[in-house]
């Protein structure tokens, strides 16, 4: 099958295209490094010639709620249009668990407009909301790291390994369209916090970790908000086997 994943050089769409291609798929890559822009469209319909099926594992730049909630309608309107020109059969969406039950965070905000244009666009479409990665903490972490000091929320979360959302979304893109998935997390909670220590630790980097509500993670974020709801699918890889790879 020729599938293509929009974002493949990125965190989960490069390991997407490999378990694919593993699999024995025609895989394209889609990014802009590539010469693909999903802001203009330019390359989309080259790029999308005889393709049954897309994964869209793109991200936006870092802005305020209105910036990035028309980042994802122009990148998935483009999208959604260039599919049904080439006659596309499938969509999948790889979202964020929770966006629907959180307010005032301006990428889940983009994350609701791009659900609901693929929800109601012209192409079949499979939606995977997926917890936060297992590099989610470090890579919070990193935001505001300067001098050897970060901020970060004490989350809670219910992480699942990069290679289990990439082997999910294989699977998905395969198979029948099947609307809004459900949630996709990792086996058991963890504190974002204590996350970003040991990841730290075990890369041999040293980072002072600043707990606060303060920063990019408001308190509407606090509690169980973020951990897994009844039905969701529980990925196997725990943090600590992902953690005894980044030693
Ligand atoms: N981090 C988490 O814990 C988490 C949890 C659940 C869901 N998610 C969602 O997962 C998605 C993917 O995250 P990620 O961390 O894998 O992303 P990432 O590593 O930042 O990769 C983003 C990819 O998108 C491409 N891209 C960005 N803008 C593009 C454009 N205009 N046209 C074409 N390609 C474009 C990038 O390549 P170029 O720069 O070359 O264009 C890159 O390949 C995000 O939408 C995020 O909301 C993340």
Same mark, same amino acid.
């Given at each position: 099958?020729?599938?293509?994943?929009?974002?493949?050089?990125?965190?989960?769409?490069?390991?997407t /295209?490999? $378990?694919?291609?593993?699999?024995g798929? !025609?895989? +394209?890559?889609?990014?802009?490094? =590539?010469? #693909?822009?999903?802001?203009?469209?330019?390359?989309?319909d080259d790029?999308?010639?005889?393709?049954?099926?897309?994964?869209?594992?793109?991200n936006?730049?870092?802005?305020?709620?209105?910036?990035?909630?028309?980042?994802?309608?122009t990148?998935?309107?483009?999208l959604l249009?260039?599919?049904?020109?080439?006659?596309?059969?499938?969509?999948?969406?790889?979202?964020?668990?929770?966006?629907?039950?959180?307010?005032?965070?301006?990428?889940?905000?983009?994350?609701?407009?791009?659900?609901?244009?693929?929800?109601?666009?012209?192409v079949?479409?499979?939606?995977?909301?997926?917890?936060?990665?297992?590099d989610?903490? /470090?890579? $919070?972490?990193?935001?505001?790291?300067? !001098?050897g +000091?970060?901020?970060?929320?004490? =989350?809670? #979360?219910q992480?699942?390994?990069?290679?289990?959302?990439?082997?999910?979304?294989?699977?998905?893109?395969?198979?029948?369209?099947?609307?809004?998935?459900?949630?996709?997390?990792?086996?058991?909670?963890?504190?974002?916090v204590?996350?970003?220590r040991?990841?730290?630790?075990?890369r041999?980097?040293?980072?002072?970790?600043?707990?606060t509500?303060s920063?990019?993670?408001?308190?509407?974020?606090?509690?169980?908000?973020?951990?897994?709801?009844?039905?969701a699918?529980?990925a196997?890889?725990?943090?600590?086997?992902w953690?005894?790879?980044?030693?």
């Amino acid at each position: 099958m020729r599938i293509a994943i929009a974002g493949a050089t990125g965190n989960i769409g490069a390991l997407t /295209a490999t $378990v694919l291609e593993q699999d024995g798929h !025609d895989v +394209v890559r889609i990014s802009r490094s =590539l010469g #693909v822009d999903l802001s203009t469209g330019a390359g989309l319909d080259d790029a999308l010639v005889g393709v049954e099926a897309v994964v869209d594992a793109t991200n936006a730049p870092a802005a305020d709620e209105a910036a990035t909630v028309a980042y994802f309608r122009t990148t998935t309107g483009n999208l959604l249009a260039a599919e049904e020109r080439a006659g596309v059969r499938h969509h999948v969406l790889l979202s964020i668990a929770g966006v629907d039950r959180i307010e005032g965070n301006a990428h889940y905000a983009g994350k609701r407009e791009q659900e609901r244009l693929v929800a109601a666009g012209p192409v079949p479409w499979t939606t995977v909301p997926a917890a936060q990665f297992h590099d989610f903490a /470090a890579m $919070v972490a990193s935001w505001t790291e300067q !001098d050897g +000091v970060a901020t970060i929320a004490p =989350l809670l #979360v219910q992480p699942i390994a990069p290679s289990d959302v990439a082997d999910i979304l294989a699977e998905i893109a395969v198979g029948e369209p099947q609307g809004r998935y459900v949630d996709v997390v990792g086996p058991e909670p963890q504190d974002l916090v204590d996350m970003a220590r040991r990841t730290h630790e075990a890369r041999g980097r040293v980072v002072k970790l600043v707990p606060t509500w303060s920063g990019a993670f408001g308190p509407s974020m606090a509690g169980n908000v973020l951990l897994a709801v009844d039905g969701a699918r529980i990925a196997p890889t725990t943090f600590d086997e992902w953690l005894a790879e980044q030693r």
